[in-house]
């Protein structure tokens, strides 16, 4: 079975740095574009970043350009967001998500992980 | 950015009925639209893809249509497990963006 699982989520103040993971299983992980997504607690969905297979293309919402950074280890299975310069509108679960279809980005997001919470708060 | 607005934001309706839940696009998207299904405290679940296209063990009690900028997502007879929150999303460029959601609620 497909899965991700997210971690590294938790209370960070005002400024500061959070890695947020995501162990995926079940699929041939380096074929794949993969996405953050994030929910503002009882609020909306919000795409965050992409990245494609090899980890050399990445796009990004305009919030999160330059503060955030999305990467990948293929060898481990494993998506990375940094998360710098942390804002309290930054408060949301964040979500993985694979792209739907192998080899190119169709930009559709299936599955999704369970999520990681991220509170920025003094 | 591609606005993409939803409505109703929410509705009541009972087991059984037939609910429609609209999409519109702030310019043209194709067919490049998916449709998330969320219940309370778990992550989404895509429904639809590519406006029409039933995602893999999706209940053919959900439908999609259209192309463009207008789009509907229709449930063909409610059932008590398809009380939950709806998104449309566009894949037609980045950024990528959602719909702000229609919560369906028991009546």
């Known amino acids: 079975d497909v899965q991700l699982v997210e971690s590294g989520g938790g209370l960070v103040q005002p400024g500061g740095s959070l890695r947020l993971s995501c162990a995926a299983s079940g699929f041939p992980f380096n074929r794949y574009w993969m996405h953050w997504v994030r929910q503002d607690p009882g609020k909306g969905l919000v795409w965050v970043s992409r990245?494609?297979?090899?980890?050399?293309?990445?796009n990004y919402a305009d919030a999160v350009k330059g503060r955030f950074t999305i990467s990948r280890d293929n060898a481990k299975n494993t998506l990375y967001l940094q998360m710098n310069s942390l804002r309290v509108e930054d408060t949301a679960v964040y979500y993985c998500a694979r792209d739907l279809v192998g080899l190119r980005s169709t930009s559709c997001f299936d599955p999704w992980g369970q999520g990681t919470l991220v509170t920025v708060s003094s | 950015d591609i606005q993409m607005t939803q409505s109703p934001s929410s509705l009541s309706a009972s087991v059984g009925d037939r609910v429609t839940i609209t999409c519109r696009s702030s310019q043209s998207i194709s067919n490049y639209l998916n449709w998330y299904q969320q219940k309370a405290g778990k992550a989404p679940k895509l429904l639809i893809y590519a406006a029409s296209s039933l995602q893999s063990g999706v209940p053919s009690r959900f439908s999609g249509s259209g192309s463009g900028t207008d789009f509907t997502l229709t449930i063909s007879s409610l059932q008590p497990e398809d009380f939950a929150s709806y998104y449309c999303?566009?894949?037609?460029?980045?950024?990528?963006?959602f719909g702000g959601g229609t919560k369906v609620e028991i009546k």
């Open positions: 999303q566009q894949s037609y460029s980045t950024p990528l963006t």
């Open positions: 990245i494609n297979g090899d980890g050399i293309s990445t």
